[in-house]
């Protein structure tokens, strides 16, 4: 193809959401040890059980070493130099509506694209925003709170719902799990909480903008959902950060409960910044997000799209414990430049007649690589389990990578387990088909793009789905060569 | 943590002793490579669960028993007889057979080889040829060195070098005998070294036998090296008896334009592992790599393979399929790695799994790994159970349930012999496996 030139024009494109908000951070300096996690523990006003939890996570990460097997490359993290806790001033007198929030925050938003206030009362969405760690606004509180849903940042609810945190927090991802979990058990600063009562379909989508913002803050989210008997929530999670060299360490705990006939879907849209096109700076993303589908019925869906972070390694779970618990991973990665991915997902099927859909598409581009790791474990009480799995590659360039490593471990004869995946590159018939018919190579690019990741578009709520559109086109631009 | 060194002690006197018997019966000249593998034995041990190449094959239990590397006393041929005549079935083939890991020479044709073909012990060699062995012996390959691979090349002794010269046409096929009936604990080590000239081609037959109560290990080895445009035809039929171990490593490296075909056949067996390792090394290299596994009682196969795209226009074929009953295991872990100069690679796999009882276990781990864009790859992996279906509709026309259910599986394990194999050599290896399932093979009640 001939058209490489104007290509390495379109791969200029510099990441557009870069700025740093200039607010004065009340932060810790950097560095970890017990009193890092007293400190924050003790600023949180949190109750002793926590703090002792908190303390048992960080003995154990202490013991813990870090891992290895992901298909990435780094230097080697260096804990003492993270700053643990950045909260922006002022928290004494949080503000109780928009109008009292910082408008540099707001600001800030508004050259996001995503101007809070204008976007809650249009698409209905209530934005409980997390701005370094403490949230500072949270919208439509009240039409959730009529519908009786509990939906506010994870400090809130330690202290106004202490027995359902209690009940739930860690009982789907240990703070033992695994490394950057027991990081994130000790040191979490905030994140969400939301709890939908029993036979209450939550009324709007609940949607949290994530962004770091002081200058190397570790940000360690953790987010817990829990769904009761026969209720309904759709939670939307979406992220942009801005420009900078120093590479940071993003260490979040998602963990998911579905009861008894409870449906949960997650979707996330993650553009935090990749790094330039030398492959420095960017977000080390390593994140630990597990569902439960403890109840007979339920369901738990997980939508990702991955275009930002400079690695991402991350495997969004569903543990399906309930009889007729269905769990389902639809994802979209994209790696670009020095980009590094490493994304999949566990379907852990105990209960009988459990079902799980895995459909992963993973873009590489320039010198990225993009690798698949997911596990299908059907455990021998499992009866008749069915899991279909596809994942597909795509490859731009002659330096990328793309790799698969899936597991399928089956235990009961009755299961039914499938796993397809292909690689290749974007086929140039196509490609000539669409120049052929007046579209410029770009177009014809982000049209065949968007049609291999079709199916996991699909499982978006519309406005994510627009957004997740423009983002692959933008990751995307001028790659084929 | 720790390197897992079984039980070294009996390890290290039955290495001394074994190179004091080399020594004085004069084999003197790989005395340094072996004592060399043997520190890399201890440095890094037998493989564990821990690793990730051998998640699902434990060896554990095995390394702590007092292993034994040298008959006391040799094996007698005349007394498997009845094994060996099982084993040669009516193949018409050139023959070398070992039992107990010597050459038994009354069984054996090197006497009577055609033009071209030259199998060579490790007393016939000249020098040349025995450093072409411990060439192969001493080239690293990609895939990780493990403590199975180093324990081979230790306790190197029953050595055996396949030549074929450029252009040679082999007509009948070669057939090589592992039979083995006797020995607590005992190890072998056979070890291979192929050397394929130029547009030559050849059928080789690897048959591996022993009886059902005894728990010898085979520790094997085997290095192929084909040259630009040959062709190798390559069965291992595997069938020990219950309380056999058996570990293979077999290395391909495959010249421009040569063919590989390999057909492995997995019956039987305490712990089964195989390992393949092929790389093609030249343009337009084929590789094929099939196997099959029929699995009952408590039997454990792992067969782990990896394919390595160095060059352009390179294509591989992997299709795997395994039947599994009783408490059985089978695993099958494939790996299609694509350099990055190996453009326009095509590369698929396949791995599908049947599972006939309610305790019986399947992990499939098809893994692509490709840093080349213009390539086309695929896998597809399976497990389940025989198609209802299908068993009602054949039920539906007055077959006996059991009968139905012999024809399916027959049908599903008959796809792969079918694909890979032709002639006699197929009519082979159909009846060991059509005698396999005919024998105490049965399908559980399904789950309906």
Known sequence: MGNSTAIEDLTQDKYKYGFVTDIEADTLPPGLNEDVVRFISEKKGEPQWLLDWRLKAYKRFLEMVEPTWPQVHYPKINFQDIIYYAAPKSKDDAPKSLDEVDPELLRTYEKLGIPLHERAALAGVAVDAVFDSVSVATTFKDKLAKAGVIFCSFSEAVREHPELIKKYLGTVVPYSDNYYAALNSAVFSDGSFCFIPKGVRCPMELSTYFRINAQNTGQFERTLIVAEESSYVSYLEGCTAPMRDENQLHAAVVELVALDDAEIKYSTVQNWYPGDENGIGGIYNFVTKRGACRGHNSKISWTQVETGSAITWKYPSVILQGDNSTGEFYSVAVANNYQQADTGTKMIHMGKNTSSTIISKGISAKKAQNSYRGLVKIQSGADHARNYTQCDSLLFGNECGAHTFPYVEVQNQSAQVEHEASTSKISEDQLFYCRQRGIDAEDAVSMIVNGFCKEVFRKLPMEFAVEAQKLLSVSLEGSVG | ?448
């Open chain 2, 1 to 448: 943590m720790g390197t897992d060194t079984g039980n070294l002690e009996v390890l290290e006197r039955e290495h001394e002793a074994f190179l004091s018997a080399q020594a004085a019966s004069g084999q003197v000249s790989a005395l340094d490579t072996q004592k060399q593998a043997f520190e890399e034995f201890k440095t890094i041990g037998f493989p564990t669960l821990k690793e990730e190449n051998w998640r699902y094959t434990n060896l554990k239990s095995w390394a702590k028993e007092p292993l034994s590397f040298q008959a006391e006393t040799a094996l007698v041929p005349q007394n498997i007889q009845g094994l060996y005549e099982q084993v040669i079935g009516d193949l018409d083939a050139y023959r070398l057979v070992f039992a107990g890991g010597k050459i038994v020479e009354a069984w054996s044709d090197l006497a009577c080889l055609p033009q071209g073909l030259r199998l060579t012990t490790r007393d016939g060699m000249d020098d040349g040829q025995w450093s072409q062995v411990i060439a192969a012996v001493n080239k690293t390959w990609r895939l990780e060195k493990h403590g199975m691979h180093a324990l081979n090349t230790a306790f190197l002794d029953q050595i055996i070098l396949v030549e074929v010269d450029p252009e040679v046409i082999v007509d009948k096929p070669l057939h090589i005998l592992h039979l083995m009936d006797d020995g607590e604990n005992r190890v072998l080590s056979p070890r291979m070294v192929l050397s394929q000239g130029a547009r030559s081609s050849v059928t080789l037959l690897e048959s591996y036998a022993g009886g059902d109560d005894v728990s010898y290990f085979t520790n094997s080895a085997t290095d192929i090296f084909i040259e630009e445009s040959a062709q190798l035809k390559h069965v291992k039929v595997q069938r020990e008896g219950a309380g056999a171990k058996h570990f293979s490593s077999l290395n391909i490296e495959q010249a421009t334009s040569s063919t590989y075909h390999l057909f492995s056949l997995a019956l039987g067996s305490q712990i089964l592992r195989n390992d393949v390792q092929c790389v093609l090394a030249g343009e337009s290299a084929h590789c094929s790599l099939d196997g099959l596994s029929v699995l009952s009682g408590t039997e454990h196969v792992d067969h782990f393979t990896q394919i390595e795209h160095q060059k352009e226009q390179t294509t591989s074929r992997e299709f795997y399929k395994g039947v599994v009953g009783g408490k059985a295991t089978s695993s099958f872990s494939g790996k299609v790695y694509v350099h990055p100069e190996a453009q326009k690679t095509d590369a698929a796999q396949t791995n599908r799994n049947l599972l006939t009882s309610r305790q019986a276990r399947a992990n499939t781990k098809p893994q692509l790994e490709i840093y080349a864009d213009d390539v086309k790859c695929a896998h597809g992996a399976t497990v389940g159970q025989l198609d209802a279906h299908a068993l009602f509709y054949l039920r539906s026309r007055g077959i006996a349930e059991a009968e139905a259910k012999r024809l399916l599986l027959m049908a599903f394990v008959a796809e792969v012999a079918e694909r890979s194999l032709r002639g006699e050599i197929k009519d082979h290896v159909q009846a060991i496996v059509e005698k396999r399932l005919a024998q105490g093979f049965e399908v559980e009640g399904m789950l309906a």
